[in-house]
């Protein structure tokens, strides 16, 4: 079993800045990608940026020019550095992150969540 937990979020006001961080613990073999979501209120959850382990990157174009997200695969860590914020980003972040235990088997696994509040 894969366990993941954020943490770094909070209030700020827009144009401010915010980092979150992600680390996963158990039994952990391979880990195939690392991806942020954020589900703002009244919206489906939504990918936000993802790393993936040929160190490939990716952002929504929302997030784009303002947000980097970088990942460790041996330490079973990730960051989500965003800049500019707009209120726009509220919402609560999840990070998950998909691979192979120590054992072969698949996970999927993601954080309990974290608020993120950007205020205007």
């Known amino acids: 079993q894969v366990h993941m937990e954020e943490s770094g979020g909070g209030l700020v006001q827009a144009g401010g800045s915010l980092r979150l961080s992600c680390a996963a613990s158990?039994?952990?073999?391979?880990?195939?990608?690392m991806v942020w979501y954020r589900q703002a209120p009244g919206k489906e959850r939504e990918s936000v940026a993802s790393f993936l382990s040929g160190g490939t990157t990716t952002y929504a174009d929302s997030v784009k020019g303002r947000f980097t997200i970088s990942g460790d695969n041996e330490k079973s860590t990730m960051s989500l550095q965003m800049n500019s914020l707009k209120p726009e980003d509220t919402g609560v972040y999840y990070c998950?992150?998909?691979?192979?235990?120590?054992?072969?088997?698949?996970?999927?696994?993601w954080g309990r969540g974290i608020q993120v509040t950007v205020s205007s």
């Open positions: 998950n992150t998909k691979g192979y235990s120590a054992l072969g088997k698949v996970f999927d696994s």
């Open positions: 158990g039994s952990i073999g391979v880990i195939n990608s």
